[in-house]
T-cell receptor, first 113, second 108 residues
Framework: NAGVTQTPKFQVLKTGQSMTLQCAQD?????MYWYRQDPGMGLRLIYY???????DKGEVPNGYNVSRLNKREFSLRLESAAPSQTSVYFC????????????FGQGTRLTVV | KNEVEQSPQNLTAQEGEFITINCSYS?????LHWLQQHPGGGIVSLFM???GKKKHGRLIATINIQEKHSSLHITASHPRDSAVYIC??????????FGEGTQLTVNP
């Protein structure tokens, strides 16, 4: 099925460990996004990639890095996880601005202990 | 002040009632999205609007670009409509900014 595939679904890390969240879309979308969702705060943009080869910081980029590996894939890396990064992470994609709806991955529930 | 404000934050209705959720934004946008998030956590897109009005089943979304305001209406509400409804605006550079969401509970 077409859509956004995000892995893993669940992850527990110890403080200081690193990990990469993977996201892939098969809809030929240009723009991809990483968000975190915390209780009472809604979705906040971490990083986005408006098109292949470009990445830009969002509202809360500190502690994260991203790679737009190709048009399909956009990964999020935590180099040294901290408890403050405990959250639910969503990847999303849109074709481009003002032309189509947004599609979301199923989310990754990350706990840093 | 957030760029995207939703009201109400929480809404409880009886089955069959007409429901309105509002979204106001303070920036120039290229499009506005309405999204639904169920208790399981998945997020699905309901509408993408750049002008006027769209209808899908019992859901209606309107936008007034001049007033920087959008509304999501649900007619003949049902308990299965219980979810968080999220407004998001798309700005230059394809960036999405979200409201905090409206928790809707529809009681039978």
């Amino acid at each position: 099925n077409a859509g956004v595939t995000q892995t893993p679904k669940f992850q527990v890390l110890k403080t200081g460990q690193s990990m990469t969240l993977q996201c892939a879309q098969d809809m030929n979308h240009n723009s991809m996004y990483w968000y975190r969702q915390d209780p009472g705060m809604g979705l906040r943009l971490i990083y986005y990639s408006a098109s292949e080869g470009t990445t830009d910081k969002g509202e809360v980029p500190n502690g994260y890095n991203v790679s737009r590996l190709n048009k399909r894939e956009f990964s999020l890396r935590l180099e040294s996880a901290a408890p403050s990064q405990t959250s639910v992470y969503f990847c999303a994609s849109t074709l481009t601005r003002a032309t189509t709806e947004a599609f979301f991955g199923q989310g990754t529930r990350l706990t840093v202990v | 002040k957030n760029e995207v404000e939703q009201s109400p934050q929480n809404l409880t209705a009886q089955e069959g009632e007409f429901i309105t959720i509002n979204c106001s934004y303070s920036v120039g946008i290229s499009a506005l999205h309405w999204l639904q998030q169920h208790p399981g956590g998945g997020i699905v897109s309901l509408f993408m609007l750049s002008s006027g009005k769209k209808k899908h089943g019992r859901l209606i979304a309107t936008i007034n670009i001049q007033e920087k305001h959008s509304s999501l209406h649900i007619t003949a509400s049902h308990p299965r409509d219980s979810a968080v409804y999220i407004c998001a605006v798309e700005t230059s550079g394809s960036r999405l900014t979200f409201g905090e969401g409206t928790q809707l509970t529809v009681n039978p």
